[in-house]
């Protein structure tokens, strides 16, 4: 895993948001995002001295970012783990996708739907125009919505649920949607209009949509599950792909 640039990252705790510039406790804590690890680890990781990555992990220790367990293994150890939410970063500002966006909000104000639709990706660019890369948080707020719509879904099964959302997601969306099945299951979402106005940007950016999938998922199915975006407009392909991990 490559180490952190020069940025601050956000993340979420019960207290509120913390941002983190310093680049040892981003390694400390990009490398816990994968998983909970010993101390010996994470000095290993780092390339730092004991001590020092000691005061680090008192520190995030302290901004409850982290937290400190003994090794069931071996009681004389430590584990760490993270206890916040990874919810974006700073970034170099990228204003072009933005303007844009702006000049094909201009060009739909008066087609309701539209506007609203390429809205939705202006409020999304603008924060990267601006250095702020929230694709994290947009993504937690969809799983938020999903878990509050899966109330109103019927199936119970993997292959039955996915096809529901299928047809949520065509009536919603104004796109098509095909189920994939088999040992890695999918959803491609076919969207002509944004095809034919969404900048490719080299990255996915469907996160809300990726988001309320995967919150639909785990509250129905009462199961972990994850919900990526592989192919995007963004990534200049004819379809959005969201692969489904149950």
């Known amino acids: 895993m490559a ?3 020069n940025k601050t990252e956000f993340f979420y705790t019960e207290k509120g948001l913390i941002a983190v510039d310093s680049p040892v406790k981003l390694q400390i804590l990009n490398l816990l995002r994968e998983k909970p690890k010993s ?3 994470i000095v290993k990781y780092t390339a730092k001295a004991k001590s020092t990555i ?3 992990l008192n520190n995030l220790r302290s901004c409850e970012l982290v937290e400190e367990n003994s090794d069931p293994e071996d009681r004389r ?3 760490y783990s993270l206890t916040s939410c990874y919810m974006g970063c700073s970034q170099e ?3 072009g996708h933005y303007r844009s966006l702006l000049k094909i909000v201009a060009a739909n104000g008066n087609d309701r739907f539209r506007f609203m639709e390429t809205l939705f990706h202006v409020l999304r ?3 990267e125009a601006y250095g702020i890369d929230n694709a994290p948080v947009v993504k937690m707020i969809g799983i938020d919505i999903g878990k509050h719509l899966s109330a109103s879904f019927e199936s119970s099964t993997p292959e039955a649920l996915f096809n529901e959302i299928a047809r949520f997601l065509e009536f919603h969306g104004d796109c098509r949607v095909s189920v994939i099945t088999g040992n890695s299951p999918a959803l491609r979402v076919e969207d002509d209009f944004k095809a034919g106005s969404m900048p490719v940007t080299g990255k996915p950016f469907c996160a809300l949509r990726e988001g309320i999938i995967e919150g639909i998922i785990k509250e129905k199915l009462e199961k972990e599950c994850g919900v990526l ?3 995007c407009y963004g990534t200049g392909h ?5 692969e489904i991990t149950v």
């Open 238 to 242: 004819n379809h959005c792909l969201f």
């Open 39 to 41: 101390f010996d680890e």
């Open 54 to 56: 000691s005061v680090h």
């Open 77 to 79: 150890k430590k584990i």
């Open 93 to 95: 500002p990228f204003i």
């Open 125 to 127: 660019f603008g924060f």
């Open 3 to 5: 180490k952190p640039e």
């Open 229 to 231: 975006e592989v192919e």
